[in-house]
């Protein structure tokens, strides 16, 4: 009996071990180096960055490179550039979204096993071909053009590819379903009888989605916002392939940072803000969440 006691505590420390094991791997060693970069100083060397220690055996580090990003405008006006874009699409996502995953999770099974289909279909197809395909729609002599010159709508072309109302699109239409999934699996679990009972209460059907269907669906919200909101902020392909190559979003400010300039200690120190950005907030909702869950209980 101990003996079994014994092994299930291992295996239950081992379980729990496992996914720590996975985030100091994938996650904080990787942060751990990107760190180390940020701190050195650019040199035409293989690798391109300072040693962390130098010849007498002491630290070599500088911050001068967060300097750099603070008293330059350009990454300041990078930076709340894809963030304005980023929140844009999160919150086009969402209006469009919850009704989609309102009306999904209230089919019928049937129903709602095809429309989750054709909502995870596009995944089956590569990102990349995807992105090339709303240039083909929103090129000057693509499809959306010649159509509204076919009905005589406008006489010449409207530019929108190498837009910022390209991006727009091309990020809504990429990471919609990031939303609908979680809002689904949200407004699937609730209880119809709640709504059933305020209406029968006298709440219209207004008041009874504001005061009962929106707060329970806020976890599903707030996931999907966060799934949509933290790839778009650091999103490079759409930005290269809609907006053109003169886009200056943060995704692409990194990748030139690093393999155009070669400058791996400012571009470290760009992704080191990038990820303070996204995540300073989201520990801020969770500890609120907490409190408010105490609070409850």
Known sequence: MATKKLQGALWQRITIAVPYLW??????????????????????AQPP????????????????????????????????????MAAAAMMLCLALGFPMAYGIARSSPTTRSLLLLLIVLPFWIS???????????????????????????IDQPIQMMYTDFAIFVGLTYTYLPFMILPLYATLERMDLDLIDAAQDLGASRTTAFWDITWPLARPGIIAGCLLV????????????????????????????????????????????MLLLLLVVPIVFLQRSQARDAEAAS
């Open 127 to 153: 990102f990349l071909l995807r992105v090339y395909a709303w240039m083909g729609l929103l090129n000057n002599y693509g499809v959306i053009n010649n159509f509204l010159m076919w009905v005589g709508i």
């Open 229 to 272: 909101f933290i790839p778009a902020m650091g999103e490079y392909v759409i930005p290269y392939l809609l907006g053109g190559p003169e886009t200056l979003l943060i995704g692409r400010v990194l990748f030139d940072e690093f393999f155009v300039n070669r400058d791996w200690p400012l571009a470290s120190s760009v992704a080191i």
């Open 49 to 84: 960055f300072t040693p962390f220690f130098d010849a007498e055996g002491g630290l070599s580090i500088t911050i001068d490179n967060f300097l750099f990003l603070l008293t330059d405008k350009l990454y300041a006006v990078t930076y709340f550039k894809s963030i304005v």
């Open 23 to 44: 985030l100091f791997v994938f996650f904080l060693l990787p942060f751990g180096i990107i760190l180390k970069i940020s701190l050195a100083d650019p040199v035409i």
